[in-house]
């Protein structure tokens, strides 16, 4: 099982997720079950780096996929469930929490 991703310097006065949730929560223990290897290869099958096309964290992507589809959001209502739910940003991989979208984007 993919462990949830740190790529970033640790921050020194903020609590990682794992910290501030229930990890007995249905998204958490989702997140445990989900092969996220199996798909790291399949979407690598199909997925390139290139032109146009940010080098996301396979987790995040497949990540907000699962979410936006479970809870029927649109793009924009995905983005502001995910920032303000550290039980959306968990289930995506991230291991800090994070106060905007644009922390997506920049990966």
Request: net charge neutral; aromatic share 10%.
């Amino acid at each position: 099982m993919s462990q949830p991703r740190d790529d970033r310097q640790d921050d020194l006065f903020g609590p990682s997720l794992e910290k501030i949730i229930n990890l007995r929560h249905p998204l958490v223990r989702l997140a445990a079950e989900m092969d996220w290897d199996f798909l790291a290869g399949r979407f690598d099958s199909v997925c390139r780096v290139g032109p146009g096309q940010p080098p996301l964290p396979t987790r995040l992507v497949a990540g907000l996929f699962v979410l936006k589809h479970m809870h029927n959001l649109s793009d924009e209502a995905l983005c502001e469930r995910w920032v303000e739910n550290p039980y959306f940003q968990y289930f995506c991989g991230e291991v800090l929490p994070s106060t905007n979208c644009r922390s997506i984007a920049r990966r």
